[in-house]
DNA sequence: GTCTATATGAAGATAGAC
DNA sequence: GTCTATCTTCATATAGAC
């Protein structure tokens, strides 16, 4: 132990403090609403610490997006090819709407949308931290099936897009608010059929999209 | 013409009026940072009568949001089945698409997901007259289809989900200002794409999904 | 119903002592 | 670096005349 630590917080673990309290300040309230004082007193240090460290309110703001979308790559970087098609692609799936649809991830998006027009570079790290990162992999993927004969795949960029976006439907269900809330049941049931829906029109030997003539 | 038309505009124009400056300001600005100063002024006139039409911002807020639903509404009604089944997907896809993506029904999701916490009824009001409307008119001409033999659809809810899913990648994209903006060409490979993908899949004779045994 | 003028309260940011 | 106390600004909502 070095001698600091027996005295107060190191610096690295008051900013983690102060970045702590800023997201469930933020994440609850949104941008305006959340004040610096409400964010140093949950944080248990005095506003102009948190100024020292952060600067500005919208500072802090970015920093917070920052950590969460640090924190999404980090659960979506898992390995995720299984050998078999159906299986990596249900579980490529299942892992997204696992992460996405935490209430904490749900209220990062909402917050972050609502702030779009004053911070337009946190919509790209959003974007990337999230569905580009599993679209890129699940593209990846795909190529790779459709180079081994496995799959036939004309444009796994745009299927994997889409892949993504029907599963994205519980997405902008959640974040809305719709109820009844969907339960996992039925959101296996979402996995399945957007998974049925991609094997069916990859399956070597049937390929009956345009750009990939048989 | 009745005597109070020379005078001053009436009382339904002047709610008009209050309501579109309400939309502009609140969609730039988002709900807390839009003034009741900024929304009188725009609409021209005083401060005092923004409060006797509307008692409150946030009542304001969900008239403004309840007006602009409608207009959705009014737009996705028009007629959508032509017969081919492939051009009326296409068809009602394009129209969804065309609807989403105006920048001002952009900055109204925007601002309303933001606001979601505070306003938790507005989410209904807005699935309702945009995604769900859209999935319903879909779903139902899906089933007709099914019933009448001339696709194959085990699950039309569901199809009908997935198949807005595929296009609102598309919204997600632009929601989050991604760049470079995603021109009209692209858009009709999503439609295209998506399209296809439903149409292989309910093509009779080729029952490949679950839930429809051949 | 409409206007001008004002009271009230709150939040972002800073000053100055330790 | 940290704290307490303060400054400045501004938006909501109301009061009172026409």
Known sequence: MSPECAKRPAILERETLILSAARRVFLELGFVSATMDAIADMAGVSKQTVYNHFGSKEELFASMVRSGCKEILTVLQMGADRGDPEQTLRSMGRRFLEMALQPEKLALRRVLLGEIAQFPELGQIYYRSGPAFLRGQLAE?????????????????????????????????????????????????????????VMSVTRPGTATLPGKPG
Chains 1, 2 share one sequence.
């Open 141 to 197: 993927y795909l190529e790779k099936q459709d180079r081994n004969g496995f799959l036939v795949v004309a444009d796994p960029q745009l299927m994997a897009d889409q892949f993504v976006g029907m599963l994205s439907v519980c997405l902008m269900k959640a974040e809305l608010g719709i109820k009844p809330e969907m339960n996992p049941d039925e959101r296996e049931r979402y996995i399945d059929h957007a998974v049925g829906l």
